[in-house]
């Protein structure tokens, strides 16, 4: 299993990024996904989600209405398109893939950073 994540970089404020993450080694189409992020000395926390079945994508409220999670399932990829960037958006961006509604994250990438500053 490997989820490959990549897209980050530095921005302007108020400029936009995309990330990817390409998955393999698991039936994508059976898993959602999502995106975390990490600040430096903070935890890990929850960004957006997209279910498996087509249902509608979640967001802290932090980003509503900056940042859109979308899924190609044919190339078994995940999408964060992130606009209208601020400072405290930068952190350390990692994807995840949840099994259906599980509950549970089971599988994780490895962090691709984002850094919003001028």
């Known amino acids: 299993v490997q989820l490959q994540a990549s897209g980050g970089g530095l921005v302007q404020p108020g400029g936009s990024l995309r990330l990817s993450c390409a998955a393999s080694g698991f039936t994508f189409d059976d898993y959602a996904m999502g995106w975390f992020r990490q600040a430096p000395g903070k935890e890990r926390e929850f960004v957006a989600d997209i279910p498996w079945n087509g249902g509608s994508a979640g967001y802290t409220d932090a980003v509503k209405g900056r940042f859109t999670i979308s899924r190609d399932n044919a190339g078994d990829t995940v999408f964060l398109q992130m606009n209208n960037l601020k400072p405290e958006d930068t952190a350390a961006y990692y994807c995840?893939?949840?099994?259906?509604?599980?509950?549970?994250?089971?599988?994780w990438g490895q962090g691709t950073e984002v850094t919003v500053s001028s």
């Open positions: 995840a893939a949840q099994y259906r509604d599980s509950g549970t994250w089971n599988f």
